[in-house]
């Protein structure tokens, strides 16, 4: 077994930026989820026949999608600069 390195048994606490990107990632992954499940209950619902469909299992994709996209990107956005961040303190600390 690998042994710890640390002294304590307590976790480290989450930063700040890792529980944004946390967030980031849920939402963008809940948005995309919901978006792409309503567009499938509607293409099915279109194909057993029903004619009556609520407006917004159609509509929720075409606002959800492009959010989700925003979401991603923002959580792109966030990690390249926790990185470059690290990378800029490890280099320092040398």
Not at 19 to 27: D, K, M, S, T, V
Request: net charge positive; aromatic share 6%.
């Amino acid at each position: 077994m690998a042994k710890r390195t640390s002294k304590s048994n307590t976790p480290e606490p989450i930063s700040t930026v890792q529980r944004i990107e946390n967030i980031l990632a849920y939402a963008a992954a809940g948005v995309i989820g919901v978006s792409l499940l309503s567009m499938f209950i509607a293409l099915v619902s279109k194909f057993l026949g029903v004619n009556e469909m609520p407006a917004i299992l159609a509509q929720l994709p075409l606002v959800g999608l492009p959010f989700g996209f925003i979401l991603v990107m923002s959580l792109l956005a966030v990690s390249i600069t926790r990185r470059s961040r690290e990378n800029r303190e490890g280099n320092q600390n040398k």
